[in-house]
């Protein structure tokens, strides 16, 4: 089941969450490097350029739960917060996000929370990314935990855009001018058409190697 404790006492401290959710990254990125491995030894090619892993502060923690309406509890960090631990896979081109994600779902010990498919129905920002949320088993010494993991799977390109549009929003605390938002979006369908030239390119070039 998923991990949902019934009281405080079930977590001490945030350093035992750490634990845990790193626990979480370190058997996702176990996998995905496996995937990856095996991928190169079945079709000669890699689909994954990198992966990024990191945990949220806990005053991101405390910001989301009171944005939501929830009190800065261990229990409702844990049950309403799906993006403590946090997997950023990059891949070249779209077809690998896809390859990707089918990948992890496939795993039997993964189940699958949510998805949601930014690249197909992209935000009104132009922020395209591929999300899921799932869990993992993680096995401690006196029991087992399924711990939520958030992965986001992108091209190069659109990591490299959602890098400066979170920039730029910090530094506008989230009030974005009018023509720096257009600009963004004009460079987001700009990144689109590039991922989808860049992915027609590696298509030629690989039908021709296979002739």
């Known amino acids: 089941m998923e991990w949902k404790p019934e009281n405080e006492n079930e977590v001490q401290n945030w350093e035992e969450v750490v634990l845990i959710y790193n626990s979480a990254l370190k058997e996702i990125g176990t996998k995905l490097e496996i995937l990856n491995d095996e991928f190169q030894h079945v079709h000669q090619y890699n689909p994954i350029e990198h992966i990024k892993t990191r945990i949220k502060t806990p005053q991101s923690i405390v910001k989301k739960l009171k944005k939501n309406g929830y ?74 935990i399924d711990a939520k993991v958030e992965i986001q799977i992108r091209t190069v390109a659109m990591d490299f855009w959602a890098s400066l549009e979170h920039k730029i929003h910090y530094k506008f605390e989230g009030d974005i001018p009018e023509h720096i938002k257009n600009e963004l979006v004009e460079c987001a369908n700009m990144i689109s058409d590039l991922d989808a030239r860049m992915l027609h390119l590696n298509e030629q070039v690989q039908e021709l190697v296979s002739d």
Not at 112 to 128: A, R
Request: charged content about 20%; overall charge neutral.
């Open 71 to 144: 009190e800065s509890t261990i229990s409702n960090m844990v049950e309403h917060v799906n993006d403590i631990a946090g997997v950023r896979v990059i891949c070249s081109f779209t077809s690998d996000i896809y390859r990707i994600a089918e990948m992890i779902i496939n795993q039997s010990d993964i189940k699958v929370v949510s998805v949601k498919d930014y690249i197909f129905k992209p935000k009104p920002s132009g922020y395209k990314s591929y999300h899921l949320i799932v869990t993992v088993p993680i096995f401690l010494s006196d029991r087992h």
